[in-house]
Every structure is written in C-alpha cells, then in structure tokens.
T-cell receptor, first 114, second 112 residues
C-alpha cells in the first residue's frame, strides 16, 4: 500500500454531465498520473503532474482536464462525460524524481457513463 | 500507434511449469522496462524491472530477459503457481520522459 486513495471507487453518471475523480496520496511524492484501463488497450496515460500546478497531457487527454493545487491531491475531471469514457481509472505515483523506478497504483475507480 | 505490444491476450499454463510472457516495443529510446501484475478489482502492482544496460534480471521465481536488438522482452515464471493467475502488463520508459507506456496486457491462467 503506497498511501494512495481514489474516490469514488464506483460511479454511474449520465452522458453530458461533468465528473471529477480524486486521487489522494499521503507520502508527498512529486509525480502523479492518471491512467485508464480498457480491454485491448491496456493502461493508457491521460494526464500527469510533476508538481503543484504543473501538469502535462498524456496520450488520451481529449475530454479530460486535471488540477493539482496541493501536493497530495490530483483531480481528474471529465468535462462532459461520454459513453466512450466508461472505463476503469487508475491513479499512480512515482516515488522518485523519475519514472526509472516502479510506479505505485491506487485501487481504481470504475466509471460508467449511461 | 502502440509503442509497447503484448500480442498474446491470454496464456494458459499447467501448475509447476514455466510461464513465458512476451512483450515487443518499437521505440528505440526506451531504456527501462517493467512488468506489473494485476488482480481483478485491484490496481496493478510492480513485479520486476530491467534497465537497458542489462539483458537479464532475476527475482525469485521471476526472471525478465531483454533483447535490445530485437526490441523484445519476456517474463519467465518458474514454477508457475495458482496465485500467479492474473493480468500481466509490460511497460517502458524513455530517458527524461517521466511517464510509462504500457502494453495491452496478457491474462495468465495457471491450471491445477
């Protein structure tokens, strides 16, 4: 357990509504990531952060935004949820200054857009 | 453009035998490779890694082999145990990239 908490763990929402997922860490690590897991695609990076207010896009960032106003919290927002965003979302942290070490993942949030 | 590929979606192995999971990559800049294991309803957990300066890394029953010329890595599990049944992801990173690129995953089933 790397001190990562994702909330909520499950959510069902309607198409067109905004949704925010939260990732909270207790270990004060600099790097935080949001991935989505889909069958046939594995884990794909949505956005990542390398410090407070410092974020960058991953490979599937369209339709998503992030914010990091505190070291411990990394929020992922679906601005207007679509059915293609039904997925399992994982937050991860990297314990050192680079990713040349293992990243640790949260338990995941299962999001269903109906 | 899938930079990291796991071409076998599933693999079934008898308990006690060797499990071999394969991964190919296309980006020659990748210099660090990792394997993760994932059980249902849990997050992925780190298993083993290898730097591009090595061609083999062992940790107990798990060994990762790296063939840079072929852009190929493999994970060997010997002997396979029922608790090894899970989805396995390989991942890679390039210098300074600050992020991991994952493959599609392989579901390993160990049969008693």
């Amino acid at each position: 357990d790397a001190g990562i908490t994702q909330s909520p763990r499950h959510k069902v929402t309607e198409t067109g509504t905004p949704v925010t997922l939260r990732c909270h860490q207790t270990e004060n690590h600099r790097y935080m990531y949001w991935y989505r897991q889909d069958p046939g695609h594995g884990l794909r990076l949505i956005h990542y952060s390398y410090g407070v207010k410092d974020t960058d896009k991953g490979e599937v960032s369209d339709g998503y935004s992030v914010s990091r106003s505190k070291t411990e919290d990394f929020l992922l927002t679906l601005e207007s949820a679509t059915s293609s965003q039904t997925s399992v979302y994982f937050c991860a942290i990297s314990r050192t200054g680079t990713v040349n070490t293992e990243a640790f993942f949260g338990q995941g949030t299962r999001l269903t857009v109906v | 453009d899938q930079q990291v590929k796991q071409n076998s979606p599933s693999l079934s192995v008898q308990e006690g035998r060797i499990s071999i999971l394969n991964c190919d990559y296309t980006n020659s800049m990748f210099d660090y490779f990792l394997w993760y294991k994932k059980y249902p309803a849990e997050g992925p957990t780190f298993l083993i890694s290898i730097s591009s300066i090595k061609d083999k890394n062992e940790d107990g029953r798990f060994t990762v082999f790296l063939n840079k010329s072929a852009k190929h890595l493999s994970l060997h599990i010997v002997p396979s145990q029922p608790g090894d049944s899970a989805v396995y992801f390989c991942a890679a990173s390039a210098p300074g990239a600050q992020k991991l690129v994952f493959g599609q995953g392989t579901r390993l089933t160990i049969n008693p």
